[in-house]
């Protein structure tokens, strides 16, 4: 179970810090990633963390986004900073793996997710 929180209307270039909390004894040996969607679009990889804390990001939030784990709470973090418009959409954490050099979900399973508004 995925659990995410932290969402909220910020305007342009202001900042949130989202937090997911993991129901999962394998958290800690599991890569984590945020995904988002935006209205009338598929999910859409931002960044994930591998169990040995190595982080990934996409293009598109390189510099602006961190992403960072805390095991003993089972929980994963992401600081957005910089934030733009294009960045709206509703947020979700989940397990992931690694394959043909990207990222892609564990299960076929999303949690609420938590929505992040950036007003121009």
């Known amino acids: 179970q995925f659990v995410e929180s932290g969402g909220g209307l910020v305007h342009t270039g202001g900042s949130l810090r989202l937090s997911c909390a993991v129901s999962a004894s394998t958290f800690s040996i599991n890569a984590m990633g945020w995904y988002r969607q935006a209205p009338g679009k598929q999910h859409e990889l931002v960044a994930c963390?591998?169990?040995?804390?190595?982080?990934n990001y996409e293009d598109f939030v390189k510099g602006r986004f961190t992403i960072s784990r805390d095991n003993a709470k089972n929980t994963v973090f992401l600081q957005m900073n910089s934030l733009k418009p294009e960045d709206t959409a509703v947020y979700f954490c989940?397990?992931?793996?690694?394959?043909?050099?990207?990222?892609?979900?564990?299960?076929?399973?999303w949690g609420q997710g938590t929505r992040v508004t950036v007003s121009p």
């Open positions: 963390i591998d169990s040995d804390g190595s982080t």
């Open positions: 989940t397990m992931v793996y690694a394959a043909a050099g990207t990222y892609y979900p564990l299960w076929d399973y």
